[in-house]
């Protein structure tokens, strides 16, 4: 079965980076765009971004561009999302989110990954 | 500011139907598929309708889509409290390059 595991929660500080990884397992990994979701505190889905795990390519929210780099380990089937320059509003639970039909659809979603940003 | 517009609130007793709508512009979906999620509090959104109108295997046909020139609607028939959560629509802006979702819905079972 189709399974996306993500990392744990993580407490940084202002101006520190975060890394955040996606394991997938069930199916071709390289055969799905990845797509990364967050959302803060009481607010809803935000959109940042895509990875291409078969050639690397990626597109990225304006919001986010300069800040964020997506990545993908093809020999793990695992897809990373790093963000950097953490400001207090990045709080925010971040979701990988599997595309099967490459029109921004997400069959599959991982759990979640907590990131506290706090001095 | 988010790409599509939803009502922040709906509801409605157990046994109705409801219907949430979801408005965007022609640079998403008018010329974009339209999907839907569920979202139980603590937990990841969980995909209820793709393509606009289609159901992914194990989502009761309770649940449908609909899409007419630049909005949307998720329809729940049959409401059961278990179905009380935030609803979201989601689509592609073509404009901007990017994905882009609604401000979300919160579904009452009264």
């Known amino acids: 079965q189709v399974q996306l595991v993500q990392s744990g929660a993580e407490v940084k500080k202002p101006g520190a980076s975060v890394k955040v990884s996606c394991k997938a397992s069930?199916?071709?990994?390289?055969?799905?765009?990845m797509h990364w979701v967050r959302q803060a505190p009481g607010q809803g889905l935000e959109w940042m971004g895509w990875?291409?795990?078969?050639?690397?390519?990626?597109n990225y929210a304006q919001k986010f561009q300069g800040r964020v780099t997506m990545t993908r380990d093809t020999s793990i089937s695992t897809a990373y999302m790093e963000l950097s320059r953490l400001r207090s509003d990045d709080t925010a639970v971040y979701y990988c989110?599997?595309?099967?039909?490459?029109?921004?659809?997400?069959?599959?979603w991982g759990q979640g990954t907590l990131v506290t940003v706090s001095s | 500011q988010s790409v599509l517009t939803q009502p922040p609130s709906v509801s409605a007793a157990p046994g109705q139907k409801v219907t949430i709508s979801c408005s965007g512009s022609s640079s998403n979906i008018g010329n974009n598929y339209v999907s839907w999620y569920q979202q139980l509090p603590g937990t990841a959104p969980k995909l209820l309708i793709y393509?606009?109108?289609k159901r992914p295997s194990g989502i009761p046909d309770r649940f449908s889509g609909s899409k007419s020139g630049t909005s949307a609607t998720l329809g729940i028939t049959g409401l059961q409290t278990g179905d009380e959560a935030d609803y979201y629509c989601?689509?592609?802006?073509?404009?901007?390059?990017?994905?882009?979702f609604g401000g979300g819905t919160k579904l009452t079972v009264l």
């Open positions: 989110a599997r595309d099967p039909w490459h029109s921004s659809s997400y069959d599959y």
């Open positions: 990875i291409n795990p078969n050639s690397g390519g990626t």
């Open positions: 393509d606009n109108n």
């Open positions: 989601g689509t592609w802006d073509s404009s901007l390059s990017a994905g882009g």
């Open positions: 069930g199916y071709t990994f390289t055969g799905y765009y």
